[in-house]
């Protein structure tokens, strides 16, 4: 009952339950996200993922060291254990790494508020790592064709699935910007739509036929009729706008239909990028094509050129190439 009661409260049919009193933590993590917002300019989910992080930590040290906001003597070894009591969780080095990003932003916000003495943000350890290790995983391209055929579009879930997944697989996009997407992005006339990606970034992209097609065919047969502005909405009621996690979850259950080792959304930007390469594009078309700044970002996709890589290897003695 519980989805069904939440859409009630937002309706305004029934009444909610009384907000719990705020404590002086909460107001410092209003002026945080401000600051975030107005200083910073970080997006949203950005802010999201930073106060998220920022509540966990002094909210621990208000309830364990029974202070107010959790910055009265504040120290770096607080910070330290705090981070060791991350890593204990069994969390990937990358986002451990995350976490080190979150904390020296909230100290920053801290010490530019006076409200620690020194600034504790360089006091955070970094998470030891080094870039470009990994080959970057493949994907077929006809793996790729298999799961976007793979949706039965004789169903509403069908017809957004394949509108999503040639979004991802055609055009590169990430599962936020596909989540992100809006009805006002799309431009019909000129053959174009707006994404909105990292850093607040907006780029208009052409929109090839198929994927306009399908988009089309979303939103005139299976689109429920709501006010939300959002192009992709959850199917089960009350409908939603779907999360960039959602769009992720969709792609691994429709590889298990499609009978595909499970995949994220993000190794379908991989799969265009390789399958760009493997047809002779060059590696700045490609950063064009995925809106990446840095050409030393999408450098990484030349560790699975094979043939490229073949020429410039040295001949080992007694042996052949």
Not at 184 to 191: K, M, Q, V
Request: hydrophobic residues 45%; proline residues 7%.
């Amino acid at each position: 009952m519980k989805p069904l009661l939440d859409w009630l409260f937002t309706q305004g049919v029934i009444g909610s339950e009384p907000p719990a009193p705020r404590q002086p933590v909460d107001d410092l993590l209003d002026g945080y996200r401000q600051w975030m917002v107005t200083e910073r300019g970080l997006a949203a989910r950005t802010v999201g993922r930073y106060a998220a992080t920022a509540r966990r930590f002094l909210v621990g040290r208000v309830e364990n060291a029974g202070v107010a906001t959790g910055t009265e003597g504040l120290t770096g070894q607080a910070v330290t254990a705090f981070l060791l009591a991350e890593a204990s969780r069994g969390l990937a080095r990358g986002s451990l790494q995350g976490r080190v990003a979150e904390l020296r932003s909230l100290l920053r916000f801290l010490h530019s508020r006076r409200l620690t003495c020194s600034a504790l943000a360089e006091s955070v350890p970094p998470i030891p790592g080094w870039k470009d290790t990994a080959v970057p995983p493949r994907l077929a391209a006809a793996s790729v064709r298999i799961l976007v055929h793979s949706c039965d579009r004789a169903t509403p879930t069908g017809l957004r699935d394949f509108a999503m997944l040639l979004l991802l697989a055609r055009l590169g996009l990430r599962a936020a910007e596909v989540a992100g997407l809006e009805l006002g992005d799309l431009d019909w006339r000129a053959g174009e739509f707006v994404v909105r990606g990292k850093a607040r970034r907006e780029d208009r992209m052409p929109l090839p036929t198929d994927v306009g097609a399908a988009l089309s065919a979303y939103l005139i047969q299976a689109r429920p009729r709501v006010e939300s502005r959002t192009v992709f909405l959850t199917v089960a009621a009350p409908p939603r706008p779907m999360l960039p996690t959602t769009v992720s979850q969709m792609v691994w259950r429709q590889c298990a239909r499609a009978g595909l080792p499970p995949v994220r959304a993000h190794r379908l930007r991989h799969a265009l990028a390789t399958d760009l390469l493997d047809h002779g594009v060059a590696l700045p078309k490609i950063a064009q094509v995925l809106r990446q700044r840095d050409l030393a970002t999408t450098a990484i996709y030349a560790k699975v050129d094979y043939s490229a890589l073949r020429e410039l290897a040295l001949p080992w003695p007694a042996a052949t190439r």
